[in-house]
């Protein structure tokens, strides 16, 4: 039974990754992600069922559109997969649990803000607001911290953290970063919340000089921060509380 429902989670991140692309690429323009229905952005044709089967579609069809021929970005597909491999994880690690469903909406978070920075270079407070009541209401409810001031010590540290940042380099770092650090501080509280800023800036340093040296990052051209925040946070959610407790043990 465990078998099926790690199935049925799998396939429900795989859906909801395709989801996930669509508020992401939406949001950010105003444009609503009920209508129109999907279609191609070249050649407006509205997709059917075929087409729209979560990585599936994009490898039957050769990384094409069906109806123009022209090429999909894979970003898309990969970000499904991302999803529905993330969401298993989160399955194996915690089970029929609280902690499940506080890791599934970090998660979806997580996954809409890495394509709306990708693509938009915006994380709208509209998808910030959106998860905020779910996420207070499980810190101070069935997953809490520590204490219940912890998320709010961490929401003011995530939120002071970035703006002195952005203050010190003047504007490297966006308006939508400072407000996600402060959600992600009320989720994590304030001991993981700076995990995961010092995860974020590693995966930031190490992924963007990867970049400078194959040429896919340029000089003098702003890059989205917000999907190694992503990266930083994930790894802070399933490896977190082990990081830390090998760290305090060298003190």
């Known amino acids: ?47 059917q ?34 999803s529905g491999i993330l969401f298993a994880a989160a399955w194996l690690r915690w089970g029929a649990a609280w902690e499940t469903a506080a890791a599934l909406l970090l998660l979806s978070l997580l996954l809409i803000i890495t394509v709306s920075d990708w693509t938009s270079m915006l ?28 998320p709010l010590a961490g929401a003011a540290l995530g939120f002071s953290l970035l703006l002195l940042i952005a203050v010190v380099s003047k504007g490297g770092m966006g308006g939508g970063d400072i407000k996600l650090f402060a959600l992600l501080g009320f989720f994590f509280g304030w001991q993981q919340l700076l995990l995961a800023f010092f995860l974020s800036v590693a995966a930031g340093a190490v992924l963007g000089g990867f970049g400078l040296l194959t040429g896919a990052v340029k000089r003098g051209v702003p890059m989205p921060f917000g999907p190694f925040i992503a990266a930083g946070s994930v790894l802070t959610l399933f490896f977190g509380e082990g990081l830390l407790a090998w760290y305090t043990g060298f003190l």
Not at 52 to 81: N, Q
Not at 129 to 143: C, D, E, G, K, N
Request: aromatic share 16%; net charge positive; glycine share 6%.
């Open 123 to 150: 994380i709208p407070d509209k998808i910030l607001l959106f998860f905020l009541p779910f996420i207070a209401v499980l810190r101070w409810s069935t997953v809490p911290l520590h204490s219940w001031w912890d």
């Open 49 to 82: 069922a075929p087409d729209l089967f979560p990585v599936f579609s994009y490898l039957f069809l050769k990384g094409r559109c069906r109806y123009c021929r022209t090429r999909i970005p894979a970003f898309y597909p990969v970000m499904e997969a991302v």
């Open 1 to 47: 039974m465990d078998y099926v429902w790690l199935v049925y989670i799998s396939i429900a991140g795989l859906v909801l990754g395709s989801f996930f692309n669509v508020v992401g690429t939406r949001i950010p323009q105003g444009a609503s992600i009920v209508r129109p229905r999907s279609h191609c952005p070249s050649c407006g044709t509205t997709l």
